[in-house]
């Protein structure tokens, strides 16, 4: 089984479309930090104005780098407060014609933490959870100025290249609010038309009930006087036979929902299928275009970060290492499940491809969208903190399973998510140069800077951070009782899962392999407490390189330094990124997917 023709082109489109679109809204972004979009921008338009004068910030007001910390952390923290509110009092709320029931004290921490660190993990079905006034005010909300923090922090570490001997790195309320303001919702506005458009649901309405057209028997659990399930003498659930003749259809604003979910890279779905239910994702160009959205700004701000510093090579270069691994993963995870499952093959199973989708590894995706658009959506969604699927990632192959989760892994910096993705990967520059500088016996330097011990420091928490919060929290899931009874699938499979949920919460992607029963109390904390850690325990790190370096004075290029724009750079960079992925994380990875690799192949 070859992968098609037809797929890699459709591959190929998307990459070229994303590149295309990275220059023209990368220049834009920069001019609304720099002020020069237009005349509102620059003097501040009525809105920014009157977000000012409400919240009583001064926006003109320089911030020293903890000042900005404390700003940003105050802010996400009052946001997670709101979220939970609103889940425990949701009952008693308006906007809630499904009459949801409060959500429990573990599930509302840990949602509320997902969306206030820009994860969005879902340990909850969104249409059977959630009122229609949690899902906007609260989630929604949080899509639009979560992302936007993790902008601002970009934006800052850019300052900090440009400014010289300074202790300020600019006003986090100005970069929050112009972030959200002329990028994050004018973009959500004009996609969540597209997506109306296409048929995405966006209304107030109750879930509608319809009569099926053919009645389903189903065995329904009898329950005893307790309220509790009926078991018989050997311990099985007691049934009744039932016959279903109606069917609900949840509906709700999702399209406002869906739009701010793909450009800010969030990925919490309005149903709990996320991207893979027709309401959301109906048609293929709305599939095209939120995948398109999903690396959208995270590419595009590697160029506004070149125009910010005065180099834009510096952005191009970024954006070229990011792409190579990209694509490279890419491709090598096609190729895997377009081969389909070597178990069914044997059994004598049809999986050859056709002219269409349908072809390869089938399980656990939508026909639809086929191997194709599943493979490149997995990828996506991995490669930025975004964490929404149209795919059951646990279905993949083996070694295809790996891949997702393996640049989950690399930190989310190959893309990333809004603004944390591009000054993850600029961490690992900082720690590329200085490797280099090993090297040849001289002080690294990175964009007119000299990159000293602090420098070094900041950037080796920001990398082992994650990976600590990951490794220890797959281990005490696989200790603990608790932990072992959310898994659903025996032996390495299991692990993966586990492995697979500590990953995508130590490094805020929020997509979850499935199988893995994560809606309690264990999970709901563990989870929730790493994901508190992955976000902040990064964000500080760079805030703090950002003062180091605006306290630093500007180094002129010499003989020695070494060129950060060049293609060997990027070869440094991309090597830097690998290695320390490796290093950490296949051990691991060999006792999850890879021994599950070998096991099939091996059942042959």
């Known amino acids: 089984m070859n992968a098609t023709a037809n797929g890699w082109l459709q591959l190929a489109i998307y990459v070229a479309v994303l590149l295309l679109l990275a220059k023209p809204l990368g220049a834009y972004m920069a001019a609304v930090y720099e002020g020069r979009a237009n005349r509102a921008q620059r003097v501040g338009g009525p809105l920014e104005r009157v977000i000012y004068r409400a919240a009583g910030v001064d926006p003109g007001r320089e911030m020293s780098w903890v000042d900005y910390a404390l700003a940003m952390l105050w802010f996400n923290l009052a946001g997670a407060l709101v979220v939970y509110a609103l889940q425990r009092l949701q009952v008693y709320l308006p906007l ?100 109306v458009s296409q048929g995405v649901v966006q209304t107030f309405d109750k879930y509608a009930t319809v009569t099926m057209s053919e009645p389903v028997t189903y065995d329904n659990p009898k329950n005893g006087p307790d309220g509790q399930p009926l078991k018989d003498e050997k311990g099985n659930p007691v049934t009744e036979k039932a016959t279903a003749t109606e069917q609900t259809i949840p509906l709700g604003p999702a399209a406002s929902q869906i739009a701010i979910k793909q450009l ?66 890419l491709a090598w995870d096609y190729s895997l499940e377009a081969r389909g499952n070597p178990v069914l093959a044997k059994a004598g199973a049809d999986q050859l491809a056709s002219a269409s989708n349908i072809g390869g590894s089938m399980e656990g995706k939508e026909v639809r969208f086929g191997v194709t658009n599943s493979v490149l959506w997995a990828v996506a969604t991995t490669s930025a903190s975004n964490g929404s699927v149209n795919s059951m990632h646990d279905s993949m192959m083996p070694l295809a399973g790996m891949i997702p989760m393996w640049l989950i892994q690399l930190g989310e910096v190959v893309y990333g998510g809004v603004g944390s993705g591009l000054y993850g990967m600029i961490v690992f520059a900082i720690v590329a140069v200085f490797i280099a500088g090993l090297m040849v016996g001289r002080t ?111 180094v002129p290029p010499g003989n020695g330094t070494l060129p950060t724009h060049t ?29 599950e690799h070998l096991l099939l192949y091996g059942a042959q």
Request: proline residues 5%; charged residues 10%; aromatic residues 12%.
């Open 444 to 554: 690294p330097e990175y964009l007119g800077k000299k990159i000293g011990a602090f420098e070094i420091k900041m950037a080796s928490i920001a990398i082992l951070v994650p990976p600590f919060l990951v490794l220890g929290g797959t281990a005490l899931a696989v200790l603990v009782d608790a932990g072992k009874a959310g898994v659903a699938n025996p032996a390495e499979h299991g692990f993966s899962e586990i492995l697979y949920a500590f990953s995508s919460a130590g490094n805020n992607n929020g997509s979850a392999f499935a199988g893995l029963s994560a809606n309690t109390p264990f999970y709901n904390t563990s989870l929730g407490i790493v994901m508190l850690f992955a976000r902040y325990w990064l964000a500080i790190p760079v805030l703090a390189i950002a003062g180091a370096l605006a306290a630093a004075k500007h």
């Open 567 to 595: 293609p060997l750079f990027v070869v440094v960079l991309i090597g830097t990124v690998i290695t320390v992925g490796a290093l950490t994380f296949v051990p691991a990875l060999a006792l999850g997917p890879v021994v």
């Open 264 to 329: 800010g890279t969030n990925g919490g779905g309005f149903f709990n299928v996320n991207s893979a239910h027709p309401f959301e994702n109906p048609t293929p160009l709305t599939n095209f275009l939120e995948l398109l959205a999903i690396l959208l700004i995270p590419a595009a701000l590697c160029y506004t970060f070149g125009k910010m510093i005065g180099d834009t090579r510096q952005g191009w270069a970024i954006l070229a290492a990011m792409t190579v691994i990209f694509v490279s993963l």
């Open 96 to 195: 809630n014609p499904q009459d949801m029931a409060a959500v429990t004290p573990d599930s509302s921490f840990n949602t509320a933490t997902s969306f206030a660190t820009n994860t969005n993990w879902q340990g909850y079905g969104g249409e059977s959870t959630m009122s229609y006034l949690t899902q906007m005010l609260g989630l929604g909300v949080q899509n639009f100025v979560s992302a936007a923090s993790g902008m601002a922090v970009l934006v800052a570490l850019a300052r900090g290249f440009v400014r010289r001997q300074v202790t300020d790195i600019g006003n986090f309320w100005f970069d929050l609010v112009r972030s959200t303001v002329y990028i994050l919702l004018p973009l959500s506005l004009v996609f969540a038309l597209v997506l």
